[in-house]
């Protein structure tokens, strides 16, 4: 039996997308003293030389970095309420429970959900003041010691296995117990592509900018509107004109009335459109009209 899918869900990345900064250069290495440039240059000597992949190679440098003095997990979700948003943030997820959907569309079921999907630790993010906003976060986590230190990756997520958690999200499996691999038909999953927005920066969205252009989703590419060398715009540009993986770029402000404040809302105004559309064609169709009598 169909499910009725009347759930909107915008996707995030989290660095240069909903903030400026790196979040280990934004709050990481001031607090352990970490000297970025070299802490960099170490991870691309892993990833050169010894054929690591990326998010492995900084998260094993952390841990050696830290090899002193470990902190807990716990000790880093309280350093992401200290990460930078960019402008418009945390106060556009306020905004829009509040007045983004009418009343009527959400007495008719209608909600829309908010996910983060990085490369970066989730237990930052978990600390930050987006998470009440969120209905589920995914990142690169660490296991803990007896002592509740930090002691080896529990869980990396590339860019490339960025999409698969889009899957999740489509089908509704937050539970990372839950196997995304089973068979769901299309009709029966919870936010089915053409339902979702997936926001990201650059190149390492990709994979998921095709997840979206092929599935009938929405993408949205932002850059820094204060990057004085336009690096991150030409990013964007190139995505959006030379490789054609998005159709949208838009700076990164969310405040009211910004451009890409402009776009989101109304590509949710057109999924809405849409769904109430479907539901009145679903409607009629399954009407049978009575019988009538010629005079």
């Known amino acids: 039996m169909a499910a009725i899918q009347n759930t909107i869900g ?14 280990q250069d934004d709050v990481i290495f001031p607090a352990f003293g970490i000297n970025a440039e070299k802490f960099w240059r170490r991870c691309a ?6 054929g690591y992949d990326q998010e492995l190679a900084y998260m094993k440098c952390l841990l050696d970095y830290l090899a002193v003095d470990r902190p807990t997990n716990k000790q880093l979700e309280q350093l992401g309420a200290k990460m930078s948003l960019y402008r418009g943030l945390p106060e556009m997820f306020e905004e829009f429970q509040d007045d983004l959907l009418t009343q009527e569309q959400v007495e008719a079921g209608i909600r829309v959900e908010h996910y983060v999907v990085s490369s970066g630790l989730k237990v930052l993010i978990e600390g930050n003041r987006i998470r009440p906003y969120l209905r589920a976060v995914f990142g690169c986590e660490y296991a803990e010691d007896t002592a509740g230190r930090i002691t080896f990756p529990k869980r990396v ?6 999409t698969q958690y889009l899957f999740r999200i489509n089908k509704g499996l937050l539970d990372m117990s839950q196997d995304v691999n089973d068979h769901m038909p299309d009709d029966v999953r919870p936010i089915p592509f053409r339902n979702m927005i997936y926001i990201g920066d650059g190149p390492t969205d990709v994979p998921c900018f095709t997840i979206m252009k092929k599935n009938g989703g929405n993408a949205i590419a932002v ?3 204060d990057d004085a060398q336009r690096a ?4 964007c540009f190139d995505l959006a004109t030379r490789a054609q993986r998005v159709r ?4 990164a402000d969310y405040r009211r009335n910004s451009h890409l404040r402009l776009l989101l809302e109304e590509m949710v105004r057109d999924i809405v459109d849409r769904i109430a559309t479907e539901r009145k064609a679903s409607a009629e169709a ?10």
Do not use: C, W
């Open 10 to 23: 915008i996707v995030y990345d989290y660095d240069q997308t909903l903030s400026p900064a790196y979040m």
């Open 45 to 50: 000597e892993l990833v050169q030389e010894q």
């Open 157 to 162: 997520i590339s860019h490339t296995q960025k």
């Open 223 to 225: 850059y820094n509107p």
């Open 232 to 235: 991150s715009f030409r990013k």
């Open 248 to 251: 949208h770029i838009a700076p």
């Open 286 to 295: 399954g009407v049978v009209h009575a019988p009538r009598h010629l005079v």
